[in-house]
């Protein structure tokens, strides 16, 4: 994750790091947290596979003809939800599918926040009425996070496959805004709605999300099939992050801070445009991007818990290589904290040796690689080079 708005505005920022850089998770703020030294991870939770829509870049191939058979059962979701609070997790996300079609999310919610677990939402914002908004509120659950990927309805409603989605999204930002509800924008930038990003910022702001997090393209789930058509290049990706730069310089951090998602590779462009700039805020920028030491969080930072109860390195590393465990066989702890587990240890090996402009990149410290999921679909070989970077082809990591 490329916390932009952070590293743009950071005075303080670092201090605060590492002020709470040791501590234990549950006792370091929310915005500190990605840069904490304590490998408990955010738990990314696929609670259902089950949508009302059928998106065409879905991570996960959820939809209406998904059925509740082989999810976990409520009795199980709350041992899970007993394991990640005794262990200390500092988040769980409750995703899909679309969480809020599981009937018992108000108890599950309920329950993890008894246990002391901070919870947010992924949702694609159709089902939230004011009724819905008022009940994520009580239930505990902190945040939601709202998919909008079009500043039009033609645009979002095409990705949604559903016609109407667009005002439904609409109509759910205005519902958690009277419920109070602190909310955000989760857009996938694609070929088909990069053209409209700088209207969706704006939009955004006019709806008042607090966050605007802009995810690109993984090939896995349905995002496999559409991968090839859909995923940018080079020329198209440049641009996209000069212009959340130029937003993110231009907004008041207090009303929406950007983020970026998937690509750590990222953070080599905020460097580069701050130091263009000449920002005051260079020097802690890099310091608070070195103090992740190596970018990607999968199986560090970030763990991925699906509607079966199997257990990934994040929501993206999906396919049958990636699989961890299941909890069913085994807690998620115990997952987690085995040493010898093949899939994790890969995914936590920073120094690994990496092929093609990854191997020889002069950046590689910073980014860590890239994403290994893109690099392993590209040729199954899970050390090449992420085929997604936008550095120069020359192997010497400087911007082309």
């Not at 109509?171 to 930038?189: I, M, Q, S, Y």
Request: contains cysteine.
């Amino acid at each position: 994750m490329n916390r932009i708005t952070q590293c743009m505005h950071g005075r303080g920022t670092v201090s605060g790091v590492m002020r709470h850089r040791h501590k234990p998770q549950a006792e370091v703020p929310g915005n500190f947290l990605a840069f904490s030294e304590n490998y408990r991870p955010v738990v990314f939770w696929n609670l259902t596979n089950r949508c009302n829509l059928s998106c065409t870049h879905c991570y996960s191939k959820s939809g209406p003809g998904k059925t509740a058979v082989c999810e976990l059962t409520t009795a199980e979701a709350l041992k899970v939800i007993d394991d990640l609070a005794d262990m200390g997790v500092p988040l769980i996300l409750f995703t899909g599918g679309e969480p809020l079609m599981r009937k018992d999310i108000w108890e599950l919610a309920q329950y993890a926040g008894n246990r002391g677990l901070r919870m947010a939402l992924s949702t694609n914002g159709t089902l939230i009425t004011p009724d819905i908004a008022r009940r994520i509120k009580e239930s505990g659950i902190e945040y939601a996070g709202i998919s909008l990927d079009g500043a039009r309805a033609e645009t979002h409603d095409r990705f949604r496959n559903s016609p109407g989605a667009f005002g439904q999204t609409l109509n759910a930002f205005a519902a958690c805004r009277e419920a109070d509800l602190r909310c955000g924008v989760r857009v996938t930038l694609t070929k088909e709605n990069c053209r409209e990003l700088e209207a969706l910022v704006d939009l955004s702001l006019s709806l008042g999300a607090s966050r605007f997090c802009l995810y690109w393209l993984v090939p896995t789930g349905r995002g496999s099939d559409s991968y090839a058509r859909l995923q940018l290049d080079r020329n198209e990706v440049t641009p996209a992050l000069d212009l959340l730069y130029r937003k993110a310089k231009e907004t008041d951090p207090a009303a929406m801070e950007f983020l970026t998602v998937d690509a750590p590779q990222d953070a080599i462009h905020l460097l580069a445009s701050m130091e263009k700039d000449g920002s005051e805020d260079l020097a802690d920028a890099r310091r608070l991007l070195e103090s992740l030491k190596g970018g990607c969080s999968a199986g560090t930072r970030v763990a991925n818990i699906d509607a079966q109860g199997n257990v990934y390195p994040c929501q993206f590393a999906r396919s049958p290589e990636f699989l961890a465990g299941n909890i069913r066989d085994r807690p998620f702890s115990g997952i987690w904290s085995d040493g010898t587990n093949p899939v994790l240890a890969q995914f936590r090996n920073k120094d690994a040796r990496f092929g093609g402009r990854c191997g020889a990149c002069s950046y590689r410290d910073l980014c860590g690689g890239g994403c290994r999921v893109r690099a392993h679909a590209a040729d199954g070989d899970f050390l090449a080079e992420d085929p997604f970077c936008f550095l120069g082809t020359d192997n010497s990591g400087d911007p082309g």
